[in-house]
C-alpha cells in the first residue's frame, strides 16, 4: 500500500509463504492459484487432513492469517462459481455478491455513446469468457438484458451487442491477449456529443490524404488514436491549485480546443 514496489514486494513475500505451508501436504495438493490474496485449491486429501492442513497454514506464521471455504460440489472464487457437473467435470458461472446492486452507468449519463455501448459488450464478453456451459450462458445473458434495461439501455442495442458478440469462440477469448505497444499519434479532444464524430472524420481524411505520401507514412505507420476528454465542471471551477502536475509521456499528444 502506498508504492509502487508494495504489491510485487507482497506477492513475493507470499509466494515464500505459499512454498513453506504447502510443502508437507503437497501429496493431497491437486491444483493451487492465487491472485493477490484470494486462493483458490484442489485437495485430494480427506476432511481430517483438510482440517490439519487449515490448523497448519494459520500457526505458521504470527500474522498472515487465512480464512478457508470448503465444499464437495462447488466453490465461489473471485466473480466466479466453480462446480463439479453430474460428469465430475469442473464448470463456471458468474458469482455475484449479495450486496451487488448492479449500479451499471446509466444510459441518460452525459457520457459518449461508443463508452456506453462498449459496456455492454465488455459484460458479454466477460460472460462468455466464465461460463462454461451453454444453458448457464442464455439464463445469466437475460438477467444481464435486464439489468441494462433497467439502466435505460434501448432493448435493440442490448440485442446488437449480444449478436456482435455471439460469433466468438470462448476458446478465443480464453487466449492471452497481451497487446504489442506501438508508437501512436493521439488526438486529445475535448467531449462534445454532436461535434466530435465531425472532427473525428476530416482527420481521419486529412490523414489518409497525408499518407499517400511514403516518407511521412515511415513516420505514422499507423493511424491516430482519439481520446475524448471531460470538460470543465462547476467542481473544477470552485477549486484550484497552484501546484501543476507535470506529463511525462512518449507518446505524442496533439490537443484540439474548440473556439
Not at 514486494?9 to 492465487?34: D, G, S, V
Not at 483458490?40 to 504470527?62: D, E, V, Y
Not at 469468457?129 to 433497467?150: D, M, P, V, W
Not at 475524448?228 to 490537443?255: A, M, S
Request: with cysteine.
Amino acid at each position: 500500500m502506498g508504492t509502487k514496489m508494495a504489491p510485487p514486494y507482497a506477492n513475493i513475500f507470499m509466494a515464500h509463504i505459499e512454498k513453506q505451508i504447502t510443502q508437507p501436504f503437497n501429496i493431497h495438493i491437486l491444483l493451487w492459484k492465487r491472485f493477490i490474496d484470494d486462493i483458490f485449491f484442489i485437495w485430494q486429501g480427506t476432511l481430517q487432513s483438510l482440517k490439519q492442513f487449515f490448523l497448519h497454514a494459520n500457526a505458521h506464521h504470527k500474522t498472515i492469517k487465512f480464512t478457508f471455504e470448503h465444499s464437495n460440489s462447488s466453490i465461489n472464487f473471485l466473480d466466479t462459481i466453480i462446480y463439479i457437473d453430474k460428469k465430475r467435470t469442473l464448470q463456471t458461472t458468474i458469482y455475484r455478491k449479495p450486496t451487488d446492486k448492479n449500479l451499471i452507468l446509466h444510459f441518460s449519463s452525459h457520457h459518449p455513446f461508443h463508452i456506453k455501448r462498449n459496456i455492454i459488450y465488455s459484460q458479454i464478453i466477460r460472460y462468455k469468457r466464465i461460463i462454461s456451459t451453454k444453458y448457464h450462458l442464455r439464463k445469466e445473458l437475460t438477467t444481464l438484458k435486464n439489468i441494462f434495461t433497467a439502466r435505460g439501455y434501448p432493448g435493440r442495442l442490448i440485442i446488437q451487442q449480444i449478436q456482435k458478440a455471439k460469433h466468438i469462440p470462448r476458446t478465443q477469448l480464453l487466449k492471452d491477449t497481451t497487446k504489442i505497444k506501438t508508437k501512436k499519434t493521439i488526438f486529445k479532444i475535448p467531449f462534445h456529443p454532436k461535434t466530435n464524430n465531425f472532427l473525428k472524420r476530416q482527420i481521419r481524411h486529412t490523414w489518409n490524404s497525408l499518407l499517400k505520401n511514403t516518407s511521412l507514412k515511415t513516420l505514422w505507420p499507423s493511424p491516430p488514436t482519439f481520446i475524448e476528454c471531460t470538460n470543465k465542471n462547476l467542481k473544477d471551477l470552485l477549486i484550484r491549485t497552484k501546484q501543476q502536475n507535470p506529463t511525462t509521456t512518449n507518446t505524442q499528444h496533439v490537443e484540439l480546443h474548440k473556439s
